[in-house]
């Protein structure tokens, strides 16, 4: 999990939630505030960037690691069977060279009778061929050790560079959170506050009974059955944390939510929002229905599910965990897809 400090990013998220309205503030101000707001959004998308390349890099490892354990399984198979070849060679060719005395004339001579001498001379010849045989079958098995041992190597070579680029991202989120926090130590308290407020008060609360968010759920879910169940699941969800790489049960990042949510009504999602942006049909976004899946800048880098009345919910970021929010364009709208 990528080490981001709380207060940082809750002011980099509110950058991309509504636009700030400073009534009463001096142009001047409102002009750095802007600046600020803009830049701030930039730390967010790369943050969100690094998050999605993070998890291809995971997927990426994951496959790895499964191929050099089927390849470590196959090295002790193919290991033990030229083990076995070899004490076939080694007993084959002691028995050669005691016999190598043993000529032509030889077997005549100690021969009892002419069917003996030809059964002698038949039985060296398919020695002979079976010795041949043994030894290409060996060599070919060596070969064949040689090569899984040479793609072991090359799958080790290949976990270690993924580990080291996650390490590698993690130093770039690293770097855009120092950036957002010099950002924000030359902002006055009072432009602070008015950022953290902007992001309070878009975001809607955990939906409870008796609570001020409970007057605007999502309206009921009329396009199946399948739908509803995810956004049920969705909702149930909100004001979980979030975590880089998360995908459940109790924390999860933007993609390691949609696919968890798809999996309660067995549909297998990878967990990435750039591969999943290539699932299901493209959807407009005036044609949004319940369950669809929201992505947002290029690569996609994020990734939301559609609830209904305009509402989406998301895990956000480590500072906001999952969400239930308006759809809006603060965070640039890269397209929609419809799987269900």
């Known amino acids: 999990m990528f080490p981001v400090k709380r207060p940082v990013v809750a002011l980099i998220s509110a950058a991309l939630i509504g636009t700030l309205a400073w009534i009463?503030?001096?142009?001047?101000?409102?002009?750095?505030?802007s600046d600020a707001q803009a830049k701030l959004a930039s730390f967010q998308q790369a943050a969100s960037e690094a998050d999605e390349q993070y998890n291809q890099v995971q997927a990426n490892l994951d496959a790895a690691q499964a191929k050099l354990q089927q390849t470590n399984q196959d090295i002790q198979d193919q290991q033990s069977k030229v083990d076995a070849l070899r004490d076939q060679v080694a007993t084959i060719t002691l028995q050669q060279f005691q016999d190598a005395g043993v000529t032509s004339t030889a077997a005549l001579l100690t021969s009892s009778s002419q069917d003996d001498l030809l059964n002698r001379i038949f039985v060296s010849s398919m020695v002979s061929d079976t010795t041949t045989a043994l030894l290409q079958n060996f060599q070919l098995s060596q070969a064949t050790l040689a090569d899984l041992q040479r793609s072991e190597q090359a799958t080790v070579a290949?976990?270690?560079?993924?580990?080291?680029?996650?390490?590698d991202l993690k130093n770039q989120a690293n770097q855009q959170v120092q950036q957002a926090q010099q950002l924000v130590n030359k902002l006055t308290a009072q432009q602070q506050a008015a950022l953290a407020a902007t992001n309070a008060a878009a975001m809607v609360p955990k939906v409870q009974p008796q609570s001020p968010a409970a007057q605007t759920p999502p309206p009921p879910v009329e396009n199946g059955a399948a739908a509803a169940q995810i956004v049920a699941w969705a909702m149930a969800r909100v004001g979980y944390p979030y975590v880089y790489g998360g995908a459940g049960p109790s924390a999860y990042d933007c993609?390691?939510?949609?696919?968890?949510?798809?999996a309660t009504v067995g549909i297998k999602l990878p967990h990435?929002?750039?591969?999943?942006?290539?699932?299901?049909?493209?959807?407009?976004l005036n044609?949004?229905?319940?369950?669809?899946?929201v992505f947002f800048y290029s690569g996609p880098g994020h990734v939301g599910i559609y609830v209904g009345g305009g509402m989406i919910v998301d895990?956000?970021?480590?500072?906001?965990?999952?969400?239930?929010?308006?759809?809006?364009?603060?965070?640039?709208?890269?397209?929609?897809?419809?799987?269900?």
């Open 255 to 262: 993609s390691g939510f949609t696919m968890a949510a798809y």
């Open 24 to 33: 009463g503030q001096p142009t001047a101000n409102a002009d750095v505030l």
């Open 315 to 340: 895990a956000r970021n480590e500072a906001l965990g999952v969400v239930y929010r308006k759809l809006d364009t603060s965070m640039p709208i890269a397209g929609a897809r419809r799987l269900l």
């Open 272 to 284: 990435s929002a750039t591969t999943q942006f290539n699932y299901g049909t493209p959807v407009p």
């Open 158 to 167: 290949s976990i270690q560079a993924d580990q080291q680029r996650q390490t």
């Open 287 to 293: 044609a949004l229905e319940p369950g669809d899946l």
